[in-house]
């Protein structure tokens, strides 16, 4: 089992740029496919983005592309978020997740996430 904790979020004018931090626990973190999803007002939750266990592979939505990068540090058991450019209509709670499938790469697939942080706010104002 792991737990999850996210940090790093806040308001920032449009054109900002913020940096997310998931914090895991446990010691099998590498074994892990985490992503990060995103959940506006009165809108469902959205895949954002995903990386594979040792970072080799990566995912992203149509909106946030070349805007957001994904990363991970094994070694800290951290997952990142770094957000350029950001949009008004980014503003949503940013949650990590990690899936634990055994084999596999990053997936959209919200199903497939088996542990999930409490979330981070995140605000745009233009």
């Known amino acids: 089992q792991v737990q999850l904790v996210e940090s790093g979020g806040g308001l920032v004018q449009a054109g900002g740029s913020l940096r997310l931090s998931c914090a895991a626990s446990?010691?099998?973190?590498?074994?892990?496919?985490m992503g990060w999803f995103r959940q506006a007002p009165g809108k469902e939750r959205e895949f954002v983005t995903a990386?594979?266990?040792?970072?080799?592979?990566?995912l992203y939505v149509d909106s946030v592309k070349g805007r957001f990068t994904i990363s991970r540090d094994n070694a800290k058991n951290t997952v990142y978020l770094q957000m350029n450019s950001l949009k008004p209509e980014d503003t949503a709670v940013y949650y990590c997740?990690?899936?634990?499938?055994?084999?596999?790469?990053?997936?959209?697939?919200?199903?497939?996430?088996?542990?999930w942080g409490q979330g981070t706010q995140v605000t745009v104002s233009s």
């Open positions: 997740a990690a899936d634990g499938r055994s084999y596999g790469s990053p997936t959209t697939n919200r199903a497939a996430y088996d542990y």
């Open positions: 446990g010691r099998t973190f590498s074994s892990y496919l």
């Open positions: 990386i594979s266990r040792y970072g080799a592979s990566t």
